[in-house]
């Protein structure tokens, strides 16, 4: 099982983004997913998770400005950035926690990151 994120990138201050992280492999279902972030000299901290059946939770400092979704048929979780600050600059790293196929048990796995940069 792979996951691949996309979407990072420069955005000033007040911007937009929308990160997308796509699972592929031997995969039997999916049950919830989700962004972590790490920023410059800091620990690897939760953003979002979202449930198979849509159920969300945010970080505090992210609600009301950042939106998680995703496409189950897809096997593709999203976060939907508005009003950035400075502060989001991060690698954001996408998560899943997957029954891969001929397994009856969940492994959590992790993307590569995708780097984010807030500035203007």
């Known amino acids: 099982v792979q996951l691949q994120a996309s979407g990072g990138g420069l955005v000033q201050p007040g911007g937009s983004l929308r990160l997308s992280c796509a699972a592929s492999g031997s995969i039997f279902s999916i049950n919830h997913m989700g962004w972590s972030r790490q920023a410059p000299g800091k620990q690897r901290e939760f953003v979002a998770y979202i449930t198979r059946d849509g159920e969300t939770n945010y970080t505090d400092s992210v609600k009301g400005r950042f939106t998680i979704s995703r496409d189950n048929a897809k096997n593709t979780v999203y976060l939907q950035m508005n009003t950035l600050k400075p502060e989001d600059t991060a690698v954001y790293y996408c998560?899943?926690?997957?029954?891969?196929?001929?397994?009856?048990?969940?492994?959590?796995?992790w993307g590569q990151g995708t780097l984010v940069t807030v500035s203007s």
């Open positions: 998560n899943a926690n997957v029954r891969s196929g001929g397994k009856n048990w969940y492994q959590n796995y």
